[in-house]
């Protein structure tokens, strides 16, 4: 094999690597560039975040030990009516649903 061969050979090698630390420094510059801008992304959202937390108040929480046994008694039977009437309200849509459906006419083309 002549000298010069050998010359060609790492000079292609040293000319593939130095292709490859290119194209490796490319993508990590995408990849930097990409977790740069959804970094900025995240921050923006926790921004939101913490003046959606500033403006709502704690609601305070009062416990059943300390109320009114008579006014428990009450809101219980409260929200057992609203479930109620949510129920009738559901059940009286199902049955309009139903009917139309029963008496639709169908149109042919």
Do not use: C
């Not at 050998?6 to 990409?34: E, P, T």
């Not at 109320?67 to 009738?88: S, T, V, Y």
């Not at 049955?95 to 029963?102: C, S």
């Amino acid at each position: 094999m002549p000298w010069w061969s050998w010359f060609l050979i790492w000079g292609a090698l040293v000319l593939a690597f130095l292709g490859m630390l290119v194209w490796s420094a490319v993508g990590l510059y995408r990849k930097a560039r990409r977790v740069l801008r959804a970094l900025g992304d995240v921050t923006d959202q926790v921004a939101a975040l913490e003046l959606a937390a500033d403006v709502s108040a704690p609601v305070p929480q009062h416990l059943a030990v300390f109320a009114d046994p008579e006014e428990l008694h009450h809101n219980a039977q409260r929200h057992r009516a609203d479930r109620e009437h949510h129920r009738q309200l559901r059940r009286d849509a199902r049955i309009v649903r139903g009917k139309l459906l029963r008496n639709a006419r169908y149109v042919t083309r």
